[in-house]
């Protein structure tokens, strides 16, 4: 490494840190007090700037700079601060009213108990308005809609571990401020071209081929593996993965793109390199849209398309670096996930306990056997689980005390059920009984994988309630 490029990396790790500091006090202090350190900041930047010209040796002159960096990141951070989107005047006057809104659906609606969940866009406005349309609507992404109902806005609850769940802070990340609960749709326009509705149909056809080759809800964890579909698992089913730790397998994550990517590749080996390259990208990004785009989905999906980039190029791929501009530029992208996004936090934590502590750790896991790959899995699970315990405590309340045991059990398993689910899928959009002999086989692991949370969540203590 030249001397050159070792400079670059520290100023740009000072700007980065600089950013992020901001981001992280604008949320624990108050504006003013904010205001107040920043004037510091630029007084102390000032002050430095010129005593720079005077400085008498090289290694006090770098200081300064740095400084003045680091300086210079915060100003970065406090101006993309300022231009996050914020409620709009205008209808904060008018909650608790009866009122009518015009906007566009932007995600998936999710089907609730009672009612269907619809996140819509406001016609010339940056706000976004969760709305409680009636069950089984029919309304799909890009759809335009009126609706009606009375304004409100999102208000914090208790979970069940007792804690406090800051949910208009949740929900202002993707600037949504308010929520219009009880919602008539007055009138629903279908637009003739909307890549949101193109995706949502392919979603749609895809989990309708597994429901009618799968039965319930093996079919929905089938969808949950392969597209990340979660809002059609049957609620104790998701209970029950999220109590043994497993609800990451029903999330796209880096691990399931690797095993697209994987599946394109094996498919496409006699093609050219660029030409399996190139699918292997294309693939990542259709199941990245398909599953939504979080932000935990894109995390994942940025990783993979720079592996895939570094193996065109011929360059190393470095995962803990790639990881780290990932999460820079998705803070920078959207400085509320780094405080108020738990999946995309969690998956920054545990992909970087994967990179990091299986080297540490499988060393001293030598009384593991290596047949089936069965030391590394160990060794990556309680990396893995090592990293995401202090977070979800903090944040949820509660840990698993069978996530180990849990995880071993599955794990080894997800690979061959998910390549086995879209098979299911591809064969289910022409006919069920062409899916069958491959559905069978898919059904039994899938099965397994039900069976296994399910039974070992009931177990006592599966998991423990921390005081607060």
Partial sequence: MTKHVHNLRVILSCLTFGFILT????????????RVGLLILIGI???MLISYHYAKTKQWSRV???????????LLGTGRLALLAQPDPHLLTQVGQKISLAGKVVAEPENKSFYQQVILRLNHSRNKVLVQAPAFSGVRPGDELVVAGTLALPEAFYTDTGRQFDYPTFLAKDNIFFTLPYAQIRSVVTPKFSLARIVSNVRHLFTGALSRSLPEPENALAAGIVLGVRSVLPKEVSDAFRTVSLSHIIVLSGFNLAVVAAFIAFILKPFPRRVVLGAGASGIILLAMLAGGGAAVIRAMLMGLLALWAQSAGRTYRALQALGIVAVVMIIWSPLVLLHDLGFQLSVVATAGVIIG???LTPKLKFITERLALRDLVSTTISAQIA????IAYSIGAISLIALPA????????PLAMGLSFVVSLFGLISPVLALPVAAPAYLLLHYIIFTATHLAILPKASIILPL
């Fill in 45 to 47: 930047g000032f002050v």
């Fill in 23 to 34: 981001v992280l006090l604008a949320e624990y202090f108050k504006p003013d007090l904010a």
């Fill in 407 to 414: 995880n071993l059990l599955v794990l080894p398993i997800v």
């Fill in 358 to 360: 299986p080297a540490l």
């Fill in 388 to 391: 995401v315990a202090p977070l």
């Fill in 64 to 74: 300064y700079i740095f400084i003045l960096v680091l300086i210079l990141g915060s």
